[in-house]
């Protein structure tokens, strides 16, 4: 199997410089865990998720600051990460390298590739466009159908 057969093809995206507000109710409202984060082109530039809005000062999260964390992560990547949760818009929070496969790749390069980067859903390209999105429950979705084909035979 393709990730082209599992892949969700109508998914909403989302442009770099949009409020993190627009980001959340999309989110919301399309059941989606992640979206594409689009320049005018079309160009894929960064997918924004849930998880980049785990540390926000206004849920009452703060991240981690301090000695141990700039020992931990540096403190280049520990002042990144301070500046991250006091971002308004989509392209400070976003996840600047999307993992992404091709639209021929199997189901197990794609699991793979979740696996390798702890993620629970890949981009989808045919050439450089986004054309879908694979995620655990596409995979779900897929393995039920094979269940109930072979429950059928």
């Known amino acids: 199997m393709l990730a082209l057969d599992v892949m969700r093809t109508s998914f909403t995206t989302i442009k770099p410089g949009a409020p ?4 959340i109710r999309s989110l919301l409202e399309t059941g989606q865990r992640a979206l594409p984060v689009l320049e005018g082109s079309g160009a894929l530039v960064g997918v924004i998720s849930e998880g ?3 540390h926000r000062r206004e849920l009452g999260v703060h991240s981690p600051e301090g000695f141990w964390l700039e020992w931990l992560l540096s403190r280049e990547e520990g002042r990144q990460l301070r500046e991250r949760t006091r971002a ?3 392209d400070a929070v976003m ?3 999307p993992v992404c496969v091709d639209e021929c790749a199997t189901v197990d390069e794609i699991v793979a590739e979740m696996d390798k980067h702890q993620i629970s859903q890949v981009m989808v390209l045919r050439d450089t466009r986004v054309v879908g999105i694979v995620g655990r429950v ?5 393995l039920e159908r ?3 084909r072979s429950e059928g035979d």
């Open 146 to 148: 094979i269940l109930a």
């Open 138 to 142: 596409q995979l779900i979705v897929a």
């Open 20 to 23: 993190l507000l627009d980001a």
């Open 52 to 54: 980049d809005f785990l």
């Open 95 to 97: 996840s600047h390298q």
């Open 88 to 90: 308004l818009s989509v």
